[in-house]
């Protein structure tokens, strides 16, 4: 579960605020990475849908395609450039992703009601069910292990390109960050990306999000301190079918 001692010192004017071992940007991204020169998320509306016999069978006809390069086709139409969002951004160089954290439907049995996320950080993977047994499923990067936690929550809030603020505790162990004390505004540099999900539970924002990463390289990896990233692409997928009060299960690892 959950460092609880954490939950309920949410500055509500300066709410983005997440706790991080040594990286000044606790949303999720890779300590030496975490300074402003970490990368936004990188955006897009479409669904990714592998399996389609007519898609794929026309790309085969082009030559002799293994399925690895057939699906990475179609990734890079999915994971191209957002020019049309706030803060234009470039595409995914998914050359650095497996192909299996692609977003895809796949089959999954869950008891659980469809919109429901479940996130499993064992495999670094993130579930939005779909009902009949399907589950819409996603790349993840996840926690490290000594800040993994497990349990229910729900989404308490959501915000496109949002303010992050270094918590004080940041600011005692990395003096650089203090320049941040006050908000650092939406964009492609802020560490929270162009989309995150607050995680609350019993009324109390647990210091946890669902936020968007730039990084494929952190995809498949524990790299945060118990929250878990999308590529933005993948974001913008799941944030705007995901209301407030959406149920999140995290999986024991």
């Given at each position: 579960m959950?460092?609880?001692?954490?939950?309920?010192?949410?500055?509500m004017?300066?709410?983005?605020?997440?706790?991080?071992?040594r990286?000044?940007?606790?949303?999720?991204?890779?300590d030496?990475?975490?300074?402003?020169?970490?990368r936004s998320?990188?955006?897009?509306?479409r669904?990714?849908?592998f399996?389609?016999?007519?898609?794929?069978?026309v790309?085969?006809?082009?030559?002799?395609?293994?399925s690895?390069?057939?699906?990475?086709?179609?990734?890079?139409?999915?994971?191209?450039p957002a020019p049309?969002?706030?803060?234009?951004?470039?595409a995914?160089?998914?050359?650095?992703?497996?192909p299996?954290?692609?977003?895809?439907?796949?089959?999954?049995?869950?008891?659980e009601?469809?919109?429901?996320?479940?996130?499993?950080p064992s495999?670094?993977f993130?579930?939005r069910?779909?009902?009949?047994?399907?589950?819409t499923?996603?790349?993840a990067?996840?926690?490290?292990?000594e800040?993994?936690?497990?349990?229910?929550?729900?989404?308490?809030?959501?915000?496109?390109?949002?303010?992050?603020?270094?918590?004080?505790?940041?600011?005692?162990?990395?003096?650089?960050?203090?320049?941040?004390a006050?908000g650092?505004?939406?964009g492609?540099g802020?560490?929270?990306?162009a989309?995150?999900?607050y995680?609350?539970?019993?009324?109390?924002?647990?210091?946890?999000?669902?936020?968007s990463?730039?990084?494929?390289?952190?995809?498949?990896?524990?790299?945060?301190?118990?929250c878990?990233?999308?590529?933005?692409?993948d974001m913008?997928?799941?944030y705007?079918?995901?209301?407030?009060?959406?149920?999140?299960?995290?999986?024991?690892?």
């Amino acid at each position: 579960m959950p460092d609880t001692s954490l939950v309920g010192q949410e500055d509500m004017g300066n709410s983005d605020i997440m706790i991080m071992d040594r990286g000044i940007a606790d949303a999720g991204a890779k300590d030496e990475r975490a300074l402003p020169g970490l990368r936004s998320g990188l955006l897009s509306r479409r669904s990714f849908l592998f399996g389609s016999a007519a898609g794929l069978g026309v790309l085969g006809l082009a030559g002799c395609a293994s399925s690895d390069d057939l699906l990475r086709a179609e990734a890079a139409k999915l994971y191209g450039p957002a020019p049309d969002e706030k803060f234009p951004i470039p595409a995914v160089d998914i050359s650095k992703m497996d192909p299996k954290y692609f977003r895809q439907i796949v089959h999954y049995d869950s008891n659980e009601a469809p919109g429901t996320i479940i996130v499993d950080p064992s495999n670094h993977f993130l579930y939005r069910i779909e009902g009949d047994g399907n589950a819409t499923r996603y790349g993840a990067n996840v926690s490290r292990a000594e800040f993994l936690w497990s349990g229910d929550a729900y989404v308490g809030r959501k915000a496109e390109w949002p303010v992050w603020t270094p918590p004080k505790e940041m600011i005692q162990r990395q003096p650089e960050a203090a320049k941040y004390a006050g908000g650092m505004p939406g964009g492609l540099g802020n560490p929270l990306g162009a989309r995150t999900l607050y995680l609350y539970q019993d009324g109390k924002y647990t210091l946890y999000t669902i936020y968007s990463t730039s990084d494929p390289d952190s995809i498949g990896d524990g790299v945060t301190s118990g929250c878990t990233g999308l590529l933005s692409q993948d974001m913008l997928d799941l944030y705007p079918r995901t209301p407030v009060k959406t149920k999140v299960v995290m999986l024991p690892a």
